[in-house]
């Protein structure tokens, strides 16, 4: 069936640090990919998105690459602030008819100063 | 533009009950999903709604129903409460009409306890 698989946190960085958070899936058809974030205290919200194969989401420094020959979707930022501190869920949206979406388990972040 | 609203925002019930919980769209969006946050579990689909008719389901027992009105807004009822329904419960809408690539907008959840 489909999944999607996300790195373990909690992730510590330092700011302007390098920031990977990995993401692979598995589905059948021509899934979207998702990364959502989910600040302290607030809602889930849409930080990128990629439709299909070779799409580039990017937002706020933030950017990811749909990969189809590896089934992967890896989140990436240059250099972390503090304020980029947030769980990051990875996610799948796939059909047909609509949708149903599969979301990761979520990684934690936490950017030092 | 309003965003999308959930009520309430907290909720205490016992087992054995029942629980209605709301969620009212973006102005325009005509889609609307569920979904049951738990630290265990993590978020899991419930179902997706789409004028008034349910297009997509989850792996979720048949205690938890929904349903769509005419204006969009959404119900989603839980009977028979069980402990482990303990959970945030996000609603989310989209226009509804571009399939896997339809962007949702999460409301702000409900919180529900069961005791």
């Known amino acids: 069936g489909n999944s999607v698989t996300q790195m373990e946190g909690p992730v510590t960085l330092s700011e302007e640090a390098f920031l990977t958070i990995n993401c692979t899936y598995t589905a059948t058809g021509y899934p979207s990919l998702f990364w959502y974030v989910q600040y302290p205290g607030e809602g889930l919200q849409l930080l990128l998105k990629a439709t299909k194969a070779d799409d580039k989401g990017s937002n706020k420094g933030f950017e990811a690459t749909y990969r189809k020959e590896t089934t992967s979707f890896h989140l990436e930022k240059g250099s972390v602030q503090v304020s980029d501190s947030a769980v990051y869920f990875c996610?799948?949206?796939?059909?047909?008819?609509?949708?149903?979406?599969?979301f990761g388990a979520g990684t934690r972040l936490f950017v030092k100063a | 533009k309003a965003g999308v609203t959930q009520t309430p925002r907290y909720l205490i019930k016992t087992r054995g009950q029942q629980v209605t919980l709301s969620c009212s769209p973006i102005?325009?969006?005509?889609?609307v999903s569920w979904y049951q946050q738990t630290p265990g579990q993590g978020l899991q689909f419930l179902f997706e709604y789409f004028s008034e008719t349910q297009r997509n389901k989850g792996n979720f027992p048949g205690r938890f129903s929904g349903r769509q009105f005419s204006n969009s807004r959404s119900e989603m009822n839980v009977s028979t409460l069980e402990l482990g329904d303990s959970a945030l419960y996000l609603c989310?809408?989209?226009?509804?009409?571009?399939?896997?690539?339809?962007?949702?907008?999460f409301g702000p959840g409900t919180r529900l306890t069961v005791l």
């Open positions: 996610a799948l949206n796939y059909g047909p008819g609509g949708f149903k979406t599969i």
């Open positions: 102005s325009g969006h005509r889609s």
């Open positions: 989310a809408s989209s226009v509804g009409l571009a399939g896997t690539t339809d962007t949702q907008y």
